[in-house]
């Protein structure tokens, strides 16, 4: 166990170091909106990898993959779960270079979805992109209180409430530059650390040799490769993910501010090869705890119960200054993404609203989405059923709103079609849902998540093909820079 | 189940990827096509 002063200490010294490189992104200058949203060309291939990757892999990582490597199946959880955090990132490649070339001026997806769609679909997508934006951010801010509770005893609130503070500080007074900034430094600090600590661990278990044998005797299941329960929640993480990240604010703001579409290609490349082994490694734990037997009834922190009682104190200091910047590069990005999303659409709703009005807005909307995330962090609540339903709702969108890109035949009508339908089977399937359908007499399928996430991402996008096959429309993707709002002042 | 060689090329790839990474990162920084470009002097009025 570490000092809760230690703890403190550390979490203190990684959080400042983020903060002084947030406020140097700015150099104490005043930005204009455009610049604190888009951050337009700032970022080259370097910036652009660390940021993608920092922001990515927030503490969830330290919780999600162990929670599957100890209950959900093994190595073929952690696996898929390892391989499934790096499709979207590789999807954004083709993605991103699209949407650099039909809309190089944009800032938000949902700038994109209503120039493209319309209103109807665009207030879809926009209810689901904030609420998956938002959870993902109260569940950092649950996750890191969770986590350094658990490895040094200090209190969900102080933790939060310390995290949640140095974050907006940075992220209100500097905006996209400074979580960009920020993001670089964490991802500096944060690879060295996974691979001290995650060497160091195998080493202080005895060795792989040992670490085989422990498991081997003890939870085989977890070491198969073809253990079916692991395969499955392989093969339906992969949909949970891919959704929901498509619709991540945060990681569009980075396609813009790319120097380049090939620093676009290359960056989200990159991260997307640094997220499987960090995911991997991490999910190991899981499989070591099951093999420990410190599993218990809580296999959420399976790899927090390996730290505390198998491995020497350094690794938990270690844990807790990783929890630290994992949790600040992504709580920046969401922060600063749902601020982006929410102020872009301020420009409509304010009737052209001059600069200083629209910083004001980005600011104290930074601010009320930190205290209520930081609120709930401070809550322990259980996440991971929001977590779930927000990826669900990605699932069954994801599809016609990233078709829409490309295929100039699909219309609004046949984006929501696709988008109802997929919502409907997955949420039929879905084992939260199932049961309240059930429970008005309607006849259901067994509860699945996979079919739930693979029905509501196939079913979509079959509607989605058929609509573009049926339709006699085309849409000519030369407008969609009309749709595109310029900051502190009306549209382009 | 796998064995422990596989087990221990699987770790060990792991951590040499995540080191040849960093190390790739580390050096597209320095070479000024990272932060540079973020907090270089273009900061709006």
């Known amino acids: 166990m570490v000092g809760t002063g230690t703890a403190v200490a550390v979490a203190g010294v990684a959080l400042l170091l983020t903060a002084v490189a947030g406020f140097r992104a700015v150099r104490g200058r005043m930005a204009s909106t455009e610049l604190l949203v888009s951050a337009r060309g700032r970022a080259a291939e370097g910036t652009v990898a660390a940021s993608v990757l920092a922001s990515s892999m927030g503490v969830w990582i330290l919780l999600a993959p162990a929670e599957a490597g100890a209950a959900f199946g093994g190595l073929p959880a952690v696996l898929g779960y390892a391989l499934g955090s790096a499709v979207p990132l590789l999807l954004f490649v083709p993605v991103g270079a699209r949407l650099r070339e039909t809309m190089p001026a944009g800032h938000s997806l949902t700038e994109y979805v209503l120039a493209r769609f319309g209103r109807r679909f665009y207030a879809f997508v926009l209810v689901v992109s904030l609420f998956y934006m938002f959870v993902f951010l109260a569940a950092e801010m649950t996750g890191v209180a969770l986590a350094l509770a658990l490895v040094a005893g200090v209190p969900p609130t102080v933790t939060a409430v310390l995290v949640g503070t140095l974050a907006l500080a940075y992220t209100a007074y500097g905006g996209l530059p400074a979580s960009l900034a920020t993001d670089t430094v964490q991802a500096l600090l944060l690879i060295p650390l996974l691979i001290v600590g995650f060497a160091g661990s195998v080493l202080a278990l005895g060795g792989v040799s040992e670490v085989h044998a422990t498991v081997a005797a003890d939870a085989p299941a977890t070491l198969s490769l073809t253990n079916p329960a692991g395969v499955e929640f392989g093969l339906y993480v992969g949909f949970a993910v891919l959704g929901a990240n498509m619709l991540n604010q945060g990681l569009w703001q980075r396609v813009w501010a790319a120097e380049s579409t090939d620093a676009v290609r290359r960056g989200f490349a990159l991260a997307a090869l640094a997220v499987v082994p960090m995911v991997f490694l991490a999910g190991l734990f899981g499989v070591v705890a099951a093999g420990l037997g410190v599993v218990g009834d809580a296999p959420g922190i399976a790899l927090f119960s390996v730290v505390t009682t198998a491995l020497p104190t350094w690794v938990g200091v270690a844990l807790v200054a990783i929890a630290t910047l994992l949790v600040t590069s992504s709580a920046d990005t969401m922060l600063n993404a749902i601020a982006a999303l929410v102020t872009v659409d301020a420009v409509r709703v304010l009737d052209g609203p001059d600069d200083a009005t629209l910083r004001r807005v980005a600011r104290v909307l930074t601010l009320v989405v930190a205290a209520v995330a930081v609120a709930v962090g401070a809550q322990g609540y259980d996440v991971l059923a929001l977590f779930l339903l927000a990826d669900l709702l990605g699932a069954a969108v994801f599809a016609p709103f990233l078709l829409g890109l490309f295929q100039p035949a699909l219309t609004e009508n046949g984006a929501l079609a696709a988008g109802t339908t997929g919502l409907a089977v997955g949420l039929a399937y879905f084992p939260i849902t199932n049961p309240l359908f059930s429970a008005f007499g309607v006849p259901l399928p067994a509860p699945s998540f996979l079919l739930a996430f693979a029905g509501a991402t196939g079913v979509s996008l079959a509607v989605s093909l058929a609509a573009i096959a049926r339709s006699d429309t085309a849409f000519e993707f030369e407008t969609l820079s009309a749709g595109v709002a310029r900051l502190g002042g009306g549209r382009r | ?45």
């Open chain 2, 1 to 45: 189940m796998i064995s422990a060689t596989v087990l221990a090329a699987a770790i060990w790839g792991a951590v040499g990827l995540l080191v040849a990474v960093f190390v790739y990162l580390a050096r597209s920084l320095l070479r000024g096509t990272g932060m540079s470009a973020v907090t270089g002097s273009e900061v709006d009025r």
